[in-house]
């Protein structure tokens, strides 16, 4: 049963950092791609960055203030929020999918499972 745990969202001043935890059981991560999305308050949900194997990608609003990373051995895909804005503020997900089409990692219907999401909020 593939289940997908996102956490560590919280209130934060602007400027100030937060770090997201993707939690994934039932699979080891290293066998697909995770991406973290982030829908804000009457949005849609936007891909912010991705992670396969060792290649990384984000959007171009987060790029030199995001950092994705995973560690193979706590199972764990991790978010590092830098530099925050209040536009930042949404609900972050998490989400899964294989290798193919890379290219396409900012599509949400190429992704297979979900977690639920977690609030960061960024005040100015």
């Known amino acids: 049963d593939v289940q997908l745990q996102a956490s560590g969202g919280g209130l934060v001043q602007a400027g100030g950092s937060l770090r997201l935890s993707c939690l994934a059981s039932?699979?080891?991560?290293?066998?697909?791609?995770v991406g973290w999305f982030r829908q804000a308050p009457g949005k849609e949900r936007e891909a912010v960055s991705c992670?396969?194997?060792?290649?990384?990608y984000y959007t171009d609003s987060v790029k030199g203030r995001f950092t994705i990373s995973s560690d193979s051995a706590k199972n764990t895909v991790y978010l590092q929020m830098d530099s925050l804005k209040p536009g930042d503020t949404a609900v972050y997900f998490c989400?899964?999918?294989?290798?193919?089409?890379?290219?396409?990692?900012?599509?949400?219907?190429?992704?297979?499972?979900w977690g639920q999401g977690t609030l960061v909020t960024v005040s100015s």
């Open positions: 992670i396969a194997r060792n290649t990384t």
């Open positions: 039932g699979f080891p991560f290293h066998t697909w791609a």
């Open positions: 989400a899964v999918r294989g290798f193919l089409l890379l290219n396409l990692w900012k599509v949400r219907n190429t992704y297979d499972y």
